[in-house]
T-cell receptor, first 115, second 112 residues
Framework: DAGVIQSPRHEVTEMGQEVTLRCKPI?????LFWYRQTMMRGLELLIY????????DSGMPEDRFSAKMPNASFSTLKIQPSEPRDSAVYFC?????????????FGPGTRLTVL | QQQVKQSPQSLIVQKGGISIINCAYE??????FPWYQQFPGKGPALLIA?????SEKKEGRFTISFNKSAKQFSLHIMDSQPGDSATYFC???????????FGTGTRLKVLA
């Protein structure tokens, strides 16, 4: 299995620009998570999808952030407009089932730098 | 009550030594405790996990010790190797939810 695939791996953009991060979960997994990792705040859950439906977006920082999952094999996280404080590593993870005991498999992450 | 407190923040161990990382939680509803290992530039990867019905779980050089009454659990890395140098995260979850509560991470460096 290819594991969770994220693109791009690195993104450098200027403040005010739109940024779109992409994720392909492991085939057969029905839960998808977007996390943000920073030195100051550690790993933060941004949003959780189950069967392509957003279940909990309480971690999304503000309206500038949006996420979609149009089908079982693709999800996007969009930031518009981007700000320097959005600089972080963004991870996508997927798991089978809905319970917390189901292992979450993380992708390699997208390192976002907003200048 | 949702927090998982992890210590130490960083740890330096000699090759062959024992690395110990501790975590504490408050929510007694948690019933799944995984440990993740993260190498620089990579995503976290599951290392080992435990349920509260056992007090210890061992996989190779990695052991989780679990103390339900104290609401604490720890990761022991025996015979630590330079290749174990990474950041380790503990987490806690409840089987009825999807959410992992992660600790703040421990950066381990094993000296050759």
């Amino acid at each position: 299995d290819a594991g969770v695939i994220q693109s791009p791996r690195h993104e450098v953009t200027e403040m005010g620009q739109e940024v779109t991060l992409r994720c392909k979960p492991i085939s057969g997994h029905n839960s998808l998570f977007w996390y943000r990792q920073t030195m100051m705040r550690g790993l933060e859950l941004l949003i959780y999808f189950n069967n392509n439906v957003p279940i909990d977006d309480s971690g999304m920082p503000e309206d500038r952030f949006s996420a979609k999952m149009p089908n079982a094999s693709f999800s996007t996280l969009k930031i518009q407009p981007s700000e320097p404080r959005d600089s972080a590593v963004y991870f996508c993870a997927s798991s089978s089932g809905t319970g917390g005991v189901n292992t979450q498999y993380f992708g390699p992450g997208t390192r976002l730098t907003v200048l | 009550q949702q927090q998982v407190k992890q210590s130490p923040q960083s740890l330096i161990v000699q090759k062959g030594g024992i690395s110990i990382i501790n975590c504490a939680y408050e929510n007694t509803a948690f019933d799944y405790f995984p440990w993740y290992q993260q190498f620089p530039g990579k995503g976290p990867a599951l290392l080992i996990a435990i349920r509260p019905d056992v007090s210890e779980k061992k996989e190779g050089r990695f052991t989780i010790s679990f103390n339900k009454s104290a609401k604490q659990f720890s990761l022991h890395i025996m015979d630590s190797q330079p290749g174990d140098s990474a950041t380790y995260f503990c987490a806690a979850s409840h089987s009825g939810t999807y959410k992992y509560i992660f600790g703040t991470g421990t950066r381990l460096k094993v000296l050759a």
